[in-house]
């Protein structure tokens, strides 16, 4: 069964420094998503992507923050100068279609510590 | 914000049905009503989702009020591995909306 894959699996950095956390969606599908979920809350919205263009993002997806395509496969999310707050799990997740109905496939995260 | 309410927590006996109710009673016409749930920090995953009509699958039956302001998660034979945290979602546009979610614990 295809699935969505995630690497690093867990991502330690400083502060201020700059991540970049990789998706790999399911071949076929077409939109993408970034969730984030710190550590004991609820899973949160944070950007949709179609098209090689944003088409949904949170008030959390803020300057800092950035995704791209860089190729046929990669779906990456750039948090460019890290904070301690920033220390989550990071959910990719693609989907087929772009209709309410259409499942979203989520990968098995990364865990972002920032120190 | 959430466009869902769930209990915080269930136990259900090994074997039992397990019932899990949420409400979304500011759902619109369009909207699906989406069942994930999360185990640890792994990722969500799909259980199943459904419109306006109940819906079975290989996992579970999604039953959703006539007038869908509420819906109940049925596991038919609830198993130690079904603990997790279950997630009623109503998608609206490209969001997934999780709320808090309703921590399940399957008891031997």
């Known amino acids: 069964e295809p699935e969505v894959t995630q690497t690093p699996s867990h991502q330690v950095t400083q502060m201020g420094q700059e991540v970049i956390l990789r998706c790999v969606p399911i071949?076929?599908?077409?939109?993408f998503y970034w969730y984030r979920q710190i550590l004991g809350q609820k899973v949160e919205f944070l950007v949709s992507?179609?098209?090689?263009?944003?088409?949904?993002k949170s008030e959390i997806f803020d300057d800092q923050f950035s995704v791209e395509r860089p190729d046929g496969s990669n779906f990456t999310l750039k948090i460019r100068s890290t904070k301690l707050e920033d220390s989550a799990m990071y959910f990719c997740?693609?989907?087929?279609?772009?209709?309410?109905?259409?499942?979203?496939?989520f990968g098995p995260g990364t865990r972002l510590t920032v120190l | 914000d959430a466009k869902t309410t769930q209990p915080t927590s269930m136990d259900c006996a090994e074997g039992r049905a397990a019932n899990l109710p949420c409400n979304h009673s500011?759902?619109?016409?369009?909207?699906?009503v989406y069942w994930y749930r999360q185990i640890h920090s792994q990722g969500p995953q799909y259980i199943i989702h459904?419109?306006?009509n109940n819906e079975t699958n290989e996992m579970a039956s999604l039953i959703i009020t006539e007038d869908r302001k509420s819906s109940t998660l049925i596991l038919p034979h609830a198993t130690l591995r079904d603990t997790a945290v279950y997630y009623c979602?109503?998608?609206?546009?490209?969001?997934?909306?999780f709320g808090t979610g309703t921590s399940l614990t399957v008891i031997p």
């Open positions: 997740a693609s989907t087929k279609e772009g209709t309410s109905g259409a499942q979203q496939f």
């Open positions: 071949s076929n599908h077409l939109y």
């Open positions: 992507f179609y098209n090689n263009e944003i088409s949904e």
């Open positions: 500011t759902i619109s016409g369009n909207e699906y």
């Open positions: 459904g419109l306006k």
């Open positions: 979602i109503v998608r609206v546009g490209n969001q997934f909306y």
